[in-house]
Every structure is written in C-alpha cells, then in structure tokens.
C-alpha cells in the first residue's frame, strides 16, 4: 500500500470494497456500462473499435481511462487517461506505463483490481477511499470494463469513476 507523505507526495489507499455493478445508481457509471455491454453483443468483451468513447458524452470522457495490458511480466499502458482524472490524480498519465515508468500514486487500486478482471473476464466495480498526491480525501466509485482484441483475452481495460470529496 502507498502512503502520502510530505516528502514522497504518494497517495494512499484508505479502504477499497468491491460492489455489484448491476445496482449502481450513478447515471454516468451506468451509461457506461450500458454502452459497454451493448457493444460487446454475445461476446465477454467489446474490441476497442467497438467501445469509442467519442460515443460517450462528453461529460463523462473525462472520468475516463483506457489502459492496455502489456508484458509480461504485466504491466499497464495509459492510452487515455481524462482530464478530470488529471486533475484529481494530481498527474498526467497519458502515454505512460505504470510500472515501467514508475509511476508512484494514482493507479495503485488498478495494480490490485486489474489482475482480478482479466482473470474473471468480467467487470469490476469498486468504491475506495483514499488520498491524493496533494493530500485531498476522495471516495471514488470505479467501473472497470474488459476489452477484447482477439475475442478470447482481456487486452485492455477502460475505468469510469465518480468522484467526491470525502
């Protein structure tokens, strides 16, 4: 677990409990997931052509992120990573590798979760709590959607979060 500290400026996970994404009562989220599981049709999983999130509103972009699973050993590429999720992050993620790149902080919850949906090849939806790079306190609600290149394996992922401060 990462700690926040003055000198490392690393955020922290508090707590992190997994709920049932079917009984998510936040529109955004739900668009999301209605949208996701439209693209996927009889599969476990969209492809990415499928799931483009200039479908998406533009409200909801933002508190987005798509990341590819690279490796092995795994590791996680930030293809998108939305401007709200900068800003509450304190950090940009875009064109990153988590942990190639040694990224301390925001994205430690996926280091745990992402590993859990590719093996179930299903989504995850989580609420944590936790504290930034600049030490502000967020209960964040995270839906983690599984993408498919081949249709048999998780490739990549996309998150949707609401945020608020704790």
Known sequence: M???TEDLKVASIVETSRLDVTAIDIPALTAVYDYWDRQRGDTFAPSLKQF????LGPAIVPNMAVVDFVGPPLDYFYR???SKMVEVSGME?????YYAD???????VNAEIFPEMIAERRPICTRTHWISVRALHYATITVRLPISADGETVTSGV???QFHRA
Do not use: A, H, M
């Not at 483009?52 to 479908?55: G, P, T, Y």
């Not at 040694?102 to 430690?108: L, W």
């Open 93 to 97: 993620l875009t064109g990153k590798t």
């Open 2 to 4: 990462y700690r926040y």
């Open 80 to 82: 998108f990573f939305g």
């Open 102 to 108: 040694g990224i301390e902080g925001y994205g430690f």
């Open 52 to 55: 483009r999130l200039d479908d």
């Open 159 to 161: 998150t949707v979060n």
